[in-house]
């Protein structure tokens, strides 16, 4: 059975660093792209970061500088080190990979 199980998110304040992890199951994360992506209260879905097969990576802009996506194919998991988190950041950040969305972990960055 295929699943995504993220974890590490939570409160922090402007400024501060939160570093994520999608434990993949069922498949094996070398194979594939995997992604980070999140979505705000009531905003749409918005990827963030992706790391392909040969650990090329893309961010988007308001991130850049800032997140980095990782990988660690011995122990089946992605990351998403995030740093000098802003108030817009907040958001549930959700792992992927084509066709399949972990559950989420919730980021809230607020004083």
């Known amino acids: 059975q295929v699943q995504l199980v993220e974890s590490g998110g939570g409160l922090v304040r402007p400024g501060g660093s939160l570093t994520l992890s999608c434990v993949a199951s069922?498949?094996?994360?070398?194979?594939?792209?995997m992604s980070w992506a999140r979505q705000a209260p009531g905003k749409e879905l918005e990827y963030v970061s992706i790391i392909d097969r040969y650990d090329r990576t893309t961010y988007i802009e308001s991130v850049k500088g800032r997140f980095s996506i990782s990988r660690d194919n011995a122990k089946n998991t992605v990351y998403l080190q995030m740093n000098n988190l802003r108030p817009e950041d907040t958001a549930v950040y959700y792992c992927?990979?084509?066709?399949?969305r972990g559950q989420g972990t919730q980021v809230t960055v607020s004083t």
């Open positions: 069922g498949f094996m994360i070398s194979l594939y792209s």
């Open positions: 992927q990979k084509p066709g399949t």
